[in-house]
């Protein structure tokens, strides 16, 4: 395990494999990681998954929990679905920090504005090794279009977003986790906690998380 910081980062990256029945972390991981496979089944290609960041950010935390209590008031359900960011074409770091940028969208032939997401996103890795996915928690409330069908929406307001994992693939097949006798353990492949904060406490984190990391 190690901690980095990077601009208004700090990563806690864990590489070992874990027990899930001792891992809190173990059941996001495994729902993040079954939303991946099935959309390689449904693209049929083969991807190698390398890690999954989970990503922290009080800021844009707050926010979504604002527009939670919002929508209850309005007796609009909050439950938040997970979905993937449409493409793999975007900034990161800057969307960890900042959440996305409200863009063009096209909807049937109708452009409307607002921030894209599906669980089934373009990814084109012919012309690169590796790739990230952005997958976020996303409140629909009452004012998201449906594109093409309910696995895909436009957010009209990014306070209904929660960037939540970002899954790291190569485009190369590896062998990653258990092996095949294993299979039938409870093991998961590497993941990132990526706790966003200012630069005011980057350095106060990393001494915590330094004295807190686990056995």
Known sequence: RGVVGHKNFSRVT?????SL???KLGLEYQIV???FLSLMRRKR???NLMRIDKVE?????EKFERKKVHFRAEGVSDMPVLLFHATDMV???DVLENNFQLSRVNTDNVHTIGVHF???PEVDMSTKEQSCLIMCQVLEGHNSSGVQDSSSLVVPDVDQILPKYVVHFTSEVRKVGPQPE???QDMILPYTIVPVLSPKVVGDSLQTSSSTERN
């Open 14 to 18: 864990k590489l070992e494999l874990t």
């Open 21 to 23: 029945s001792e891992d």
């Open 33 to 35: 990681e079954g939303e």
């Open 45 to 47: 290609e083969i991807w």
């Open 57 to 61: 950010n009080k800021k844009l935390e």
């Open 91 to 93: 900034d990161v770091e």
């Open 118 to 120: 599906t669980k089934w």
């Open 182 to 184: 294993q299979a039938g």
